[in-house]
């Protein structure tokens, strides 16, 4: 069964400086993959995703995630945190004959210092 | 605005009672989803429903029930056999046409606890 890595469970990066999420995934064919950012109760916002094509994409937020296939990872980083940014950040993938599922990583915590 | 909106934001169970959650949508969205979260553990499917009249079990489904008697509405009944019911609800919606076809759209959640 496919699965969603995120190795990370909590990260705490001063303001200003650069993030980078990891993300790793197990299938066989390339997926759709996203990130989710979720600030405390609240619903789950998109980030970013990547279905094909150039394999770095720009999301919302200044946050950029590059896809490498031969390491089945999808990373998300920026190169200079806001303390607003401090929230729950989710990987999720969607596989193609998965019916129309998404799976989700554990979430990595992000705590920023100001 | 064009939306997912779930309601109530908190709801209390007692013991043995069922409680339906709501979401409902304006984005002429075909399906919909219905996740749980749990601190430490992400997101796991419930239910979903990709056309009005059918839905299938997620990865969790048992304690809960839905219907899907509009396209705009999809609620959740957590029955009195789900024994751990605590948990953030989260209620999702996507396209089935077009080129956005994989992407999920969620709600703001409802926060159910057990009195």
């Known amino acids: 069964a496919q699965s969603v890595t995120q190795p990370d469970i909590h990260i705490t990066v001063s303001e200003g400086a650069s993030l980078e999420l990891r993300c790793n995934y197990s299938?066989?064919?390339?997926?759709?993959l996203f990130w989710y950012v979720q600030s405390p109760g609240q619903g789950l916002q998109l980030l970013l995703k990547y279905f094909s094509g150039d394999t770095l994409v720009q999301g919302i937020k200044g946050f950029e995630a590059e896809f490498k296939r031969s390491q089945s990872s999808f990373n998300l980083r920026k190169p200079s945190v806001h303390w607003s940014d401090a929230a729950e950040y989710f990987c999720a993938v969607a596989f193609t004959g998965g019916g129309n599922k998404l799976t989700f990583g554990t979430g990595t915590q992000l705590k920023v210092e100001l | 605005d064009g939306g997912i909106t779930q309601s109530p934001k908190y709801l209390f169970r007692k013991e043995g009672q069922n409680v339906t959650l709501s979401c409902e949508q304006n984005l002429n969205h075909d399906a919909m989803y219905w996740y749980r979260q749990d601190p430490g553990q992400g997101l796991r499917l419930i239910y979903y429903s990709q056309i009005v009249n059918d839905f299938q079990k997620g990865d969790i489904a048992e304690g809960y029930s839905v219907s899907r008697e509009k396209k705009e509405s999809f609620p959740l009944t957590v029955t009195s056999a789900q024994k751990n019911p605590t948990a953030f609800y989260l209620c999702?919606?996507?396209?089935?046409?077009?080129?956005?076809?994989?992407?999920?759209?969620f709600g703001p959640g409802t926060r159910l606890l057990v009195l």
């Open positions: 999702a919606s996507k396209t089935t046409s077009g080129g956005d076809q994989e992407t999920q759209y």
């Open positions: 299938y066989g064919a390339t997926p759709y």
